[in-house]
């Protein structure tokens, strides 16, 4: 695509590294803002900014925060004996959005997958480990989407919690297989957390 500007022409090409943008949608975005009066991009441009060198993650479930702890984690109102585990922060936003969920979370980051290079140290695993022995939470909810790399994270992670006084559940398959948690409507979501199964009857109907 050739742009007669090079200064837009830089700034579609660093717009169109986000996913889900190609080039023309970069070039649509970028001439409705030259549009714009001056105040509106530069406002767009202090917000990215802050964003980026102020934006934290809780430190205890890493969820993303403006402070040290998040405001779930922080909350009176939270059951704090229930631990859903998710891959990233979309889904924390997925199902705090069914409205049928008030426990905790722990977002571990991302799944395993051996075939993009991801172990399980290369995610929080270690650190949900240490919130489980650290004996508060009593229930602990896979919440991973239904792929082969989220029933390999959940089955890795019940292993090294073998051996403690916790309830492993999953959510109810009413999330189809292979689908994100992030894209499933807010009833199903919400139904499947409230229908929750045991973490081990999981693994023997996906063996069937």
């Not at 007669?4 to 579609?12: G, N």
């Not at 441009?45 to 980026?52: I, K, P």
Request: aromatic fraction near 4%.
């Amino acid at each position: 695509m050739e742009i007669a500007s090079k200064l837009l022409q830089r700034a579609v090409d660093e717009v169109a590294l986000l996913p889900g943008i190609g080039k023309r949608t970069a070039l649509r975005l970028m001439l409705h803002l030259l549009r714009q009066p001056e105040g509106q991009a530069r406002r767009l441009s202090e917000a990215l900014l802050e964003l980026r060198e102020q934006v934290r993650y809780c430190g205890e479930c890493h969820n993303i925060s403006d402070q040290e702890v998040c405001a779930i984690c922080s909350s009176p109102k939270r059951e704090r004996q229930t631990l859903c585990v998710v891959e990233d922060i979309r889904d924390v936003m997925a199902i705090e959005n069914t409205g049928q969920y008030r426990g905790l979370y722990h977002v571990l980051g991302g799944k395993i997958s051996p075939m993009e290079g991801v172990g399980p140290h290369d995610l929080t695993i270690a650190s949900l480990v240490s919130r489980a022995r650290g004996g508060e939470p009593k229930e602990i909810i896979f919440a991973l989407s239904a792929t082969m790399e989220g029933d390999t994270t959940n089955f890795y992670i019940s292993r090294q919690l073998e051996g403690l006084p916790i309830r492993l559940t999953t959510i109810a398959r009413g999330i189809p297989v292979g689908d994100e948690l992030e894209y499933a409507d807010e009833v199903t979501l919400g139904r499947s957390i409230l229908q929750r199964v045991p973490f081990e009857g999981s693994l023997k109907q996906s063996e069937e």
